[in-house]
């Protein structure tokens, strides 16, 4: 029973609490009451706590669209992340698409020019997938969380802290405006006092009145006190927490670094393998170029137009493997030899072609009935057919 009037005593006390602050903050919106001010260093900060929260947000977000542009897979991450359960590995796009070149190219075989670039490309393609997933690892570990950590922990202690500090002014604005009415009433009571009305009974009831308004001035003081004294230890509390933005700032500085940090290793190694690829692919040789933009300015001889069957040419995620100079067409029209550099490795698939080595110079003629795509190659007492796409030929 006792702890029944203990509760129902509490409740009433609470909701008596709630209602005065919102009459005062009524009458504040309103423009009939006073409002204590926050000093302009803590406005500041409070100022500079709901900035950083608001554009934390939205790099956080922004950042995991960045990182997988799926809206699917990032509900599926989210929903198994509340659950504290790993999420399944998927395979992303760029393995996906290596893995469709490697089967595309042994379908076509090997030892075809295009079947041996599409498995080239997939490799690729594969290994900037494993560069993809390892940058979203370490950018979730070293960028994220702790941007998460912030809104969902340090912000949330600041955003109590600073709505505790709000009741707080509430109530001191409150007790002003009680004290402020409390010293009005006895104001007025005691100048009716000093008009004497005649008779004892009046008399009494006037000393009454004075006593019970001067009672209720003392309490208004007190209370007045009490709260003033609430809302500057609590403003103390939330300054200190705001205080702690600074140290924030530079605690995400550090994480931003780390995440261009992964964000360079990422495109440095994709960079490296589109590098090697092109070196293996020799899609664009320097001197092919050169002669593409001198050709667009100086007119040309006019050639033979013979060139290369439309084998030679392939299309390999975003990389086009393009067929050799004309000059490499003119070695079919001679009958005798001439000198090539290779481009880059080729493994011969089988007894009648001649394995290469990048950037050898070996001997090349053309043979009567030869499928267009290759030559014949000689390398000392080495004979066998080469692919023409992997050949430069020298002057």
């Known amino acids: 029973m006792n702890i029944m009037d203990f509760n129902v005593k509490k409740l009433a006390a609470d909701a008596g609490t709630f209602l005065s602050r919102a009459v005062q903050f009524t009458e504040e919106k309103l423009g009939q009451a006073e409002k204590t001010e926050l000093d302009a260093h803590l406005e500041n900060l409070l100022s500079k706590a709901e900035c ?5 947000e939205k790099i956080m977000k922004q950042t995991e669209v960045l990182l997988q542009p799926n809206p699917n897979a990032r509900i599926e991450e989210f929903v198994y992340e509340k659950l ?7 395979v992303n796009n760029p393995e996906l698409l290596g893995q469709h070149m490697i089967d595309a190219g042994t379908e076509f075989g090997p ?44 912000y949330k ?84 927490l705001l205080e702690g933005i600074s140290s924030t700032h530079a605690h995400h500085l550090r994480c931003l670094h780390d995440f261009v940090e992964a964000q360079m290793t990422y495109y440095a190694q994709c960079y490296q393998y589109m590098l090697d690829l092109q070196k293996q692919l020799g899609s664009f040789p320097s001197n092919y170029l050169c002669n593409n933009n001198q050709n667009s300015v100086t007119p040309a001889p006019s050639v033979l137009p013979n060139v290369i069957g439309s084998s030679a040419m392939a299309s390999t995620s975003g990389l086009v493997i393009t067929s050799p100079p ?29 394995s290469l080595l990048a950037d050898e110079v070996i001997t090349v003629f053309s043979v009567i009935g030869m499928d267009s795509d290759w030559l014949m190659g000689e390398r000392g007492n080495q004979k066998g057919k080469v692919p023409i796409t992997y050949l430069e030929l020298l002057n």
């Open 52 to 56: 950083t929260k608001i554009w934390t």
């Open 84 to 90: 504290d359960r790993k999420a399944p590995t998927r």
């Open 111 to 154: 030892g075809t020019a295009y079947g041996n670039a599409l498995i080239k490309c997939g490799e690729a393609q594969k290994r900037i997938g494993s560069a993809d997933r390892e940058l979203i690892q370490t950018s979730a570990l070293n960028f994220l969380t702790p941007l998460r950590n912030f809104i969902e922990g340090d």
């Open 157 to 240: 202690t600041i955003a109590k802290e600073r709505k505790l500090l709000q009741n707080k002014r509430l109530d001191l604005d409150a007790a002003k405006t009680r004290l402020k009415k409390a010293k009005a009433a006895e104001t007025r009571n005691s100048q009716l006092n000093s008009s004497r009305p005649e008779g004892d009974s009046i008399m009494v009831n006037f000393s009454y009145m004075l006593n019970f308004l001067h009672v209720k001035w003392l309490k208004s003081e007190q209370e007045l006190r009490i709260s003033q004294s609430e809302f500057d230890r609590q403003a103390e509390i939330t300054r200190l």
């Open 326 to 354: 004309s000059n490499l067409s003119d070695v079919k029209e001679y009958s005798g030899s001439r000198k090539a550099r290779v481009l880059y490795d080729y493994d011969a698939a089988n007894s009648t072609e001649l």
